[in-house]
């Protein structure tokens, strides 16, 4: 399958994008924080240069991390590997007022998921085809998405896209 589906999308329009401070299309849109994989393994990582911002933190207390690309100005035609939900993860993704995609997850932030703390996108539901397997990576590395299969799903499940009620940081403009 094509890792790309069109969602339905207005004109797009310049804007602030709080997390970066930078105008980009849409760039008060609601981000997408996407679990991505940190092993060796499992790279090369797609899309993740082209997140705003990332979050590597512990998954595991052997060492094993995982990073959180959080995706709002660029629109990635493929994301990946996507990994499962920790719960540490969650506040950050909260923070950012983003749309939590994942594969799955540990008990408690699956738990903490469950109670509709969030909006989140689960593979493991795979609404509205949100995610694919990838043929060519072996599992547990062949987890992927786009930005437009995750648009398309957030759209049908009704999130609320925009504008991002993130707070954002303070950005100073240097001079040339």
Not at 124 to 139: F, G, S, T
Request: hydrophobic fraction near 40%.
């Amino acid at each position: 399958r094509a890792l790309t589906q069109n969602a339905q999308e207005a004109p797009a329009r310049p804007a602030l994008n709080p997390l970066t401070g930078e105008i980009c299309d849409e760039g008060d849109r609601r981000p997408f924080a996407v679990m991505l994989a940190a092993d060796h393994v499992a790279r090369p990582l797609y899309a993740i240069s082209q997140a705003d911002v990332v979050v590597e933190m512990p998954a595991l207390t052997n060492g094993i991390t995982r990073f959180m690309g959080v995706f709002s100005c660029e629109r990635p035609e493929e994301i990946g590997s996507i990994r499962s939900a920790r719960h540490d993860f969650l506040p950050f993704a909260e923070s950012f007022d983003a749309i939590f995609a994942h594969w799955g997850g540990s008990y408690l932030a699956l738990d903490i998921l469950k109670t509709g703390a969030m909006d989140n996108i689960d593979s493991i539901r795979n609404p509205y085809e949100a995610y694919v397997r990838r043929d060519d990576k072996l599992a547990p590395h062949n987890g992927f998405t786009s930005f437009p299969r995750l648009l398309n799903a957030a759209t049908r499940l009704n999130y609320r896209l925009g504008p991002s009620e993130a707070r954002g940081y303070v950005h100073i403009k240097g001079e040339s």
